[in-house]
Each structure stands twice: as C-alpha cells, then as structure tokens.
C-alpha cells in the first residue's frame, strides 16, 4: 500500500515577505480579484483582522497597516524553492500550485528505515524556511489534499482512518465547487458524513457527474495526477520590498537572505556557479543590473557577500529600488578541494577569493596576470593573461638577469651612473618596425638601490628598472 503526503501551505506568500522583510508590524496580503484580504499576519490580527475583511475595515481596524497585493507567481515560485529544498529528501513530488506539495512517500521508507526517520529529515528542511503548514497522511492522494487544507495534521495509515476522517469534515472541506456546496447545503447536506452515506448514483442524477467524480476520487488509490516535480537547472530568485529602499547599502541585507537561498540551491545539487546577475527593479526608472564574477565558481553566500557589497558601494541609484532579482545561469560540479598534509597554516583567502575580491575593487580588467614571450626586449618581453591562468611555454634552463620592477617606460639620467656589472648587448625588433640598441648594466643609484640601467647607441643614459 502507497502512502501518500500533502503539504498544505495557507500563508506562503505572506511568510515570504515577513522573512525577506524582517516584518514585525501588522501586515496582510490583499486580493485585488476580490478586495478582500487574503492573508494576515499574527501582528494584525491583534486589531481583530482576519481573512475576508476588505481593505476599507482592516484599515479601519489598524492604522498602521502594511498592504501587500497577492501575487499568485510569486507564491508559486515560492513553492517551487521549497520544493527544491525538498527534493533532497523525496524525489516524487507533485505540486499543487500556488501552495501544496503532495509526496510518494512510500518508495522513501526503504532508504530512511521508518517513518519516523522519514519524517525527521523531511522537518528538518523545513523548520529552517519559517514557513506555516498543515499536513496529512494518508493511502488516497486526493483525500489527504482535502483534510491537509482542513488542517488535519495527522497520518491516517489505512484507508478506514482516512474515511473516518472525511466524514468528520464539512462539505465546504471536501473541495467541491461553491456551486455545489450551496446545492448541497440547500438540501440540507452539511456534513461530508452525510453525504457519503447517500448512494453515489443517485448523487450524480441530481447533481452531475462532475461532483460524483470528485467524491470518488476521495477514496482512490490511483489516480491521473499533475506532472512531477523536476528540479530547475538554474537558480532564480525574485523579491518584493515591502518599502522602497533609497540607499544602495540597505540592499545588502534582503540580498543576503537571497545569497543564501542560492548557497542552499547549489548545496544540494553539489554544484558551485562563476556568475551571479542581480536586478534591481527602480521606480519610473530602467533597471540596474549587476553582473558580479569570481575568479573561481562559488557557492557560499559568505563568498559571494564581500564580492556584492565591494559593487554595492560603486553603485549609485537613480530612483529607490522596489523589487530585487538573483540569477545563477551557469552552474558547475562543485570540485573537492586537495589539501597537502605539510602545506603548513595559510591565509583564509584562497588565490581565487583573492583574484575576485581585487577584480570587484579595481574591475574585471583591472587584474591579470603575466606570462613570457619570445622576445629578447624587455618592453616586449611578456603579455598580459587572465589571472590564475596556466601558461604553457616553458622556460629556457638559463635566463639573464632581470629587475623584478621594470619602470612603465625608462626614465632618462643626468650622469654616468656607478655601475657594478655589466654590458649586456640587447638589439634587435626590426621585425615589427620597433628597433633597439642597447648595453644594459646592474647599477646603483645614487639612493643606494640596485637598478638596472641601460646606454643607447647615442650615448644617452636611463634607468629602466629596479632589483628588490
């Protein structure tokens, strides 16, 4: 026998919000479709709100009141995170869209051992996401829809319990349609035990097909559900303020909680991203949009945090920001780190944390790293490549003496400087239309430091770089 699990969300939007806004004031979500509020929070029903009010008594009831629109989308996008998170615990998910999940749990038992142990992990996930919802258990899918969305909160493990436990409900509990409910109710049909103890054929004569079909399918074990969940392949995040924020430093802190959402996404996928995007949306403005890159691909939040704030402080807003966007578009296997057991205490930086924090500071193009060329002049001696970036070439078993600081281009000298060692001949570069002759010589300045010096073919003398 299949069990099945529904969980049933009746806040989720609202629960968003209160996490992303960090909200402690009396707020509720209103349905624009029927003006009427939808969701409340504990704060506001202090005032005595509650869900049905229209907007014109649950002001009146408290004014300070925060007023958020329904967004059906969002809720949904809401319950598809969730069931990411969740799909590391069970991988037959269906959602219900905008807020239920309903779970095979059954096939999950061989790998947990219990039901309980199931039930753990499966609490685990979701104590950390502040959300409110109800649950059932129970072998029929559709019935344990139904008396989850009653607020059931119990495991009923045969189809008997299950049965006792729809005729305790309502008809207004059992998911017919409000058409139907008043039909039944007109005939004095209140209670959902009533009504299953009518014969179903003569149900269907009075009332149609549709409302017997619907109280079969209470009690069927099988039955054509929606598509299962499949797991996204990118990471997408949207948030609404609930205040418009002026200051581009007060981002940082919704940004975070949608940094660790992302960290959460990438952990259980094992996978680290090079790229992040972030969109503010601004008001009567176009959006900014922010395309932060680590030199290696990261997926902690505490990571990608120090990266953002460095671009948040660059960032200067024409308008205040009314909603935030994340996007993670690449994602890569999250490769285990080698540690070498004599490497000895190092930096908590590593080369590549270092690269991105100095990119985020002096721009992507503003960091680079040098590899040899073949060429004997100094100027053309080397070319810029990406940092952290292997080159291939190979160095000669012997190679001359060199500066470690070569000058951007030679400064000229006054005098004769106090050679040490040299000449050493360097000519050359008619190839490219860039000749030189020069005798190069180890020197020292009349500061004291070692500095390599060169005499042109004019005589002319010039200090090209310096020894540390």
Same mark, same amino acid.
């Given at each position: ?251 940082? $802190?919704?940004? @975070?909680?949608? &940094?660790?959402?992302? +960290?959460?996404? /990438? ?6 991203? *090079? #790229? ?105 001696? $080397?070319?810029? @490549?990406?940092? &952290?970036?292997?080159? +291939?070439?190979? /160095? ?6 060199? *500066? #470690? ?64």
């Amino acid at each position: 026998m299949i069990l099945w699990l529904y969980l049933h969300f009746p806040a989720l939007l609202l629960d968003t919000l209160i996490r992303d806004n960090k909200v402690e004031a009396p707020l509720i979500v209103l349905s624009r479709t029927t003006g009427t509020v939808y969701q409340v929070n504990a704060q506001a029903r202090e005032y005595g709100i509650v869900t049905g009010n229209d907007l014109g008594t649950a002001s009146a009831l408290c004014h300070g009141l925060d007023v958020a629109d329904y967004d059906e989308q969002a809720e949904s996008d809401r319950l598809r995170q969730l069931a990411s998170l969740l799909y590391q615990v069970n991988a037959d998910i269906v959602p219900y869209a905008p807020d239920g999940l309903l779970m095979k749990v059954t096939p999950m038992l061989k790998l947990y051992g219990s039901l309980d142990n199931y039930w753990q992990s499966l609490m685990s996930v979701l104590s950390g996401e502040q959300v409110q919802y109800h649950f059932a258990l129970s072998p029929y899918p559709e019935a344990a829809r139904w008396l989850s969305r009653a607020k059931a909160d119990c495991g009923y493990l045969t189809p008997e319990a299950t049965e006792q436990a729809l005729a305790a409900l309502s008809v207004r509990e059992l998911g017919f349609t409000d058409k139907h409910v008043v039909q039944l109710e007109r005939m004095g049909i209140r209670h959902a035990k009533q009504l299953l103890a009518l014969p179903v054929d003569s149900l269907g004569q009075r009332f149609g097909k549709p409302l017997t079909a619907h109280l079969r399918s209470l009690t069927q074990k099988s039955l054509a559900l929606p598509a299962s969940f499949t797991p996204p392949e990118h990471f997408y995040q949207s948030l609404e303020l609930l205040h418009e924020i002026a200051n581009s430093q007060t981002l940082c $802190f919704p940004l @975070q909680r949608m &940094l660790k959402e992302m +960290a959460k996404f /990438l952990h259980v996928r094992e996978a680290v991203t *090079p #790229a992040i995007i972030i969109v503010l949306t601004q008001r009567d403005q176009e959006d900014k949009v922010l395309e932060i890159t680590a030199a290696a691909p990261e997926s902690a939040a505490s990571r990608w945090m120090p990266l953002l704030q460095l671009h948040l402080e660059k960032l200067k807003l024409d308008a205040p920001v009314t909603h935030l966007r994340l996007e993670a578009n690449t994602l890569l296997p999250r490769q285990s780190p080698t540690q070498d057991l004599f490497a000895g205490k190092r930096g908590q930086l590593t080369p590549g944390e270092l690269i991105s924090l100095m990119q985020a500071k002096a721009g992507k193009h503003g960091v680079y790293s040098l590899s040899l060329e073949n060429d004997h002049r100094p100027e053309h001696a $080397f070319k810029r @490549q990406l940092p &952290l970036q292997k080159s +291939a070439q190979v /160095l000669p078993p012997f190679l001359p003496t060199r *500066p #470690a600081l070569l000058h951007v281009s030679p400064r000229p000298l006054l005098s004769r400087p106090d050679t040490l060692t040299g000449p050493e001949r360097v000519s050359g570069g008619w190839w490219d239309k860039s000749p030189i002759q020069r005798d190069y010589f180890v020197a020292r300045n009349k500061r004291g430091q070692l500095c390599w010096v060169f005499r042109t073919a004019q005589g002319e003398w010039f200090e090209h770089g310096l020894f540390c």
